[in-house]
């Protein structure tokens, strides 16, 4: 039984595989003010089907912080999305969404469900970049030594958008 049940997964997974177009990228952020200082290094890889408008990603970002007269805080964020292509506008520009789930990982303490817009360009054939920002969905957090927060977000960060450099396979 174990024999036919590999033999079915490993013809499914080189079925997808057979379709799928694999990338890596990933974004690098900063932020320097007067009261605060902050980086953050967020990796990414996933794959696009070629015969359907989706792509299957996962993001691990890490963000380190100081705020003058405080200790160095950081945090790790995982972020599996589903993306969905919504059109594409001439050869080299695409408009997509992503549901994504942000998962503080360190701590546990936070999460959030929703969608975020951007846009594509393809530079070459193998180069990409994407732009997105905004966010609308659903976020939960835990302060501690009080109720959880629960609570709807719409978000267009106009001031902080995402700026990502993928390779494609």
């Given at each position: 039984m174990k024999k036919?049940?590999?033999v079915f997964a490993f013809a499914f997974i080189?079925?997808?595989a057979a379709q799928a177009q694999w990338y890596i990228g990933g974004g690098l952020k900063a932020n320097f003010v007067k009261e605060a200082k902050s980086f953050t290094l967020a990796p990414d890889a996933g794959y696009c089907f070629?015969?359907?408008?989706l792509s299957l990603g996962c993001s691990v970002e890490y963000e380190g912080a100081i705020q003058s007269g405080e200790a160095y805080s950081h945090s790790l964020t995982l972020s599996p999305y589903f993306r969905y292509t919504i059109c594409d506008i001439g050869e080299r520009f695409s408009f997509f969404t992503d549901l994504s789930a942000d998962i503080d990982a360190l701590k546990f303490g936070w999460f959030d469900i929703g969608f975020s817009p951007g846009v594509s360009f393809d530079l070459t054939d193998h180069w990409s970049a994407e732009f997105s920002a905004g966010f609308l969905g659903y976020e939960w957090k835990q302060v501690?030594?009080?109720?959880?927060?629960?609570?709807?977000v719409l978000n267009f960060e106009t001031v902080a958008p995402s700026f990502t450099i993928y390779y494609n396979f």
């Open positions: 036919i049940f590999l080189g079925i997808f070629k015969n359907v408008p501690p030594d009080d109720k959880p927060i629960h609570k709807f």
